[in-house]
């Protein structure tokens, strides 16, 4: 997501501490910068698309002297990287300006409003109408009209404000997105991460939803959203730089395996409303979705497997068949599809290159094509017809971990949301399938919870070199990407099969030596998983199981169990991957090996 730094106190030029603070940021990946300053009583503002390295050589010295300040690094939600979308923003008049991190859901409604009272916008993002909501409030007193604005947001924000009128003063408030304030000697931080601020200080407090900061150079205050006080403590930061990029963890892998919570949320953001979905964002006309007959998913790697979860999903709730395919092979493939077909290009950096020209390919023959990407602006994003953004933010990591979870998030959303526009689906059903949906963020919370116990079963299967992963119907994506994690992370070989299938050749493989993990949660084919497990166990081979919450019967068949909490079948892999993905991480760490950076692997494949 996007990046925030702010500055108030003693320095009257302010421009150095921004850009510094923005490329500790870096890292997380961006697409345009901008830093704003008050200077004599006036902002000046600079912000170009690109990256730092753009926005310096604009950056005159003299003009940009000031003191406080702002700066951002954007990571594009709503509307495209542009010169004009970058932040900060300023209101009409010119005399506030604002950085903003995180989605609001309400902007149409509130910038319909704000311009039927005068206000004028300059950028299609979210954030601009922010900074006009504060400025229709403003009466002289920043902090006053901050408060009175972000009491009418409905959304996640971190966002810092300064204004020309009150160049002693920074405001800044969260709601469900990080922002912390570092302590200096007269002088304040803020950052939406502590990197940022590092180099500056190591005293920091972390704010929590719902707060606003005041910070003058004497001091700051606290308070909640109706403006009462709030004591905070002070936090010393005992991490180096490296250690805080990954957010005190070891890895971006583990941390962005820990951000899933949170990515599911954000990808269901403003789409889940009164137990109804609401993606007419995606710019494909109704009629067109109501009288689809069929779907084809292209993609590649884990993308592929989120394919599959989606399928299954469809099937089930819109009743229209799907195939998966996978882009390298479809492109090469005679064109035979024909009717009212959808084409649905998932990948996460938009850029794949099998992908797009297997996107492209359907296009020119007629097919509309929608887009499920995570890279705003990206080239699938920009020519397809429909695109439906995943919101986990910057995945470092080379291994999708995140990413997959928000593309299979997506898979639901669209499903459910077709079944409603075809009617495939009773209310009352569609409304139970969506309560689950909002409950799956705690659901993976408890799996993490569980880190230790899966740590301890790599520890005891990390030496071994060859792995099954099996599953049926709903569990079978997830087999897959348990096997495919494995082997890019660990280098250890790992095949992912149906379990119906395992008769039919890989069962030859079985030995003590080959650990069998099954995706045995409950579900339809469950007694069939199980006689797959008595199978394997006949053979003495090893059984890892992912089950559900207090299942006894498959925790006796297996060697090792890591429950997972009960959800409906056509969600199980979202949580059943979990665990794989850290049984994956530690593998890999206590083989010694680069966990975020394989051999071998780029993070995005954009040549065939
Ligand atoms: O950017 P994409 O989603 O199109 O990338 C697809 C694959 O290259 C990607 O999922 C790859 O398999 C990853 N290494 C999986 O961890």
């Known amino acids: 997501m996007c990046g925030i730094v702010g500055y108030v106190g003693k320095k009257n ?16 990946g961006y697409d345009s910068a901008g830093i704003a300053v008050a200077n004599d009583r006036n902002l000046k503002t600079v912000k170009k698309k690109g990256f730092l ?42 005399r506030l300006a604002l950085v903003h991190n995180g989605i609001i859901e309400n902007y149409q409604e509130l910038k319909q409003e704000l311009k039927l009272k005068g206000h ?39 966002i810092a404000v300064i204004s020309a009128d009150d160049p002693d003063l920074l405001v800044a408030a969260r709601y469900d997105s990080p922002l912390v304030v570092g302590i200096g000697k ?7 991460d502590i990197p940022a601020i590092l180099k500056e200080t190591r005293k920091v407090i972390i704010l929590e939803d719902g707060e606003i900061v005041k910070a003058k150079p004497d001091g700051i205050t606290i308070t909640d959203f109706d403006g009462n006080l709030i004591e905070k403590e002070i936090t010393e930061i005992t991490w180096d730089a490296e250690a805080a990029e990954k957010g005190g963890y070891e890895d971006f892998m583990l941390k962005e395996i820990h951000e899933q919570p949170q990515v599911i949320l954000n990808t269901m953001r403003g789409r889940v409303k009164e137990a109804k979905i609401i993606l007419d964002e995606i710019g494909l006309p109704r009629e067109l979705l109501k ?7 292209v993609a590649c790697g884990t993308s ?53 020209v297997s996107l492209r390919q359907a296009k020119r023959v007629g097919f509309p094509i929608l887009a499920i990407p995570n890279v705003i602006g990206s080239s699938a994003a920009r020519e397809a017809d429909g695109v439906l953004y995943t919101h986990a933010g910057p995945e470092i990591g080379v291994a999708a971990t995140k990413t997959m979870t928000a593309q299979m998030v997506a898979g639901f959303l669209f499903a459910l949301y077709l079944a409603g526009i075809k009617k495939t689906i009773s209310d009352e059903r569609r409304e ?14 408890a799996i993490l919870d569980r880190e230790d116990e899966v740590k301890q079963m790599a520890k005891k299967y990390k030496n071994y070199n060859n792995f099954l992963f099996l599953g049926r119907t709903y569990g079978l994506p997830a087999a897959y990407e348990g096997a495919l994690k494995l082997k890019e992370i660990t280098y250890v070989h790992a095949e992912g099969y149906p379990a119906g299938e395992m008769k039919h050749g ?77 049984f994956t991480y530690y593998t890999g760490k206590l083989r010694g090996l680069n966990v975020d950076q394989p051999r071998n692997l780029a993070k995005s494949v954009t040549v065939e």
């Open 432 to 445: 139970k399938f969506i309560k689950e949906l909002l409950k799956l963020p705690r659901k993976v919370e």
């Open 304 to 356: 592929y497997y989120a394919g599959l979860v989606m399928r299954n999903a469809v099937e089930l709730f819109a009743k229209i068949p799907v195939d998966v395919e996978i882009s390298s092979e479809f492109r090469y493939r005679p064109m035979l599809i024909d009717g009212r077909v959808l084409v649905v290009g998932i990948t996460q950096s938009g850029e794949t290159a099998d992908t797009l």
């Open 13 to 28: 030029n302010c421009t150095n501490f921004l850009l510094e603070g923005l490329k500790k940021l870096e890292y997380r």
């Open 186 to 192: 007269n002088e304040y931080f803020i950052a939406s």
């Open 506 to 582: 890989p069962i030859a493989l079985i030995d003590e030596n080959v650990p069998v993990v099954f995706i045995a949660t409950k579900g339809e084919v469950q007694d069939k998983i199980i006689s797959n497990m008595e199978e394997v166990k006949a053979r003495k081979g090893k059984i890892i199981a992912i089950a559900t919450e207090g299942d006894k019967k498959v925790a006796d068949l297996a060697d090792d169990v890591i429950y997972v909490p009960w959800t409906f079948e056509a969600y199980t892999p979202l949580l059943a991957v979990v665990p794989l993905q850290l």
């Open 53 to 94: 390295r753009d926005l310096e050589p604009l950056i005159n010295p003299e003009r940009m002297k000031g003191s406080p300040g702002i700066g951002h690094t954007r990571w594009a939600t709503h509307g495209e990287p542009s010169d004009e979308n970058a932040h900060p923003h300023l209101s009409c008049e010119k």
């Open 120 to 158: 004028h916008f300059t950028s299609q993002t979210d954030t601009e109408v922010i900074v006009h909501l504060i400025e229709e409030h403003y009466q002289g007193d920043l902090y006053d009209a901050v408060k009175k604005g972000v009491k009418e947001l409905r959304g996640s924000f971190a």
């Open 291 to 297: 009288r689809l007959e069929r779907m084809v998913i």
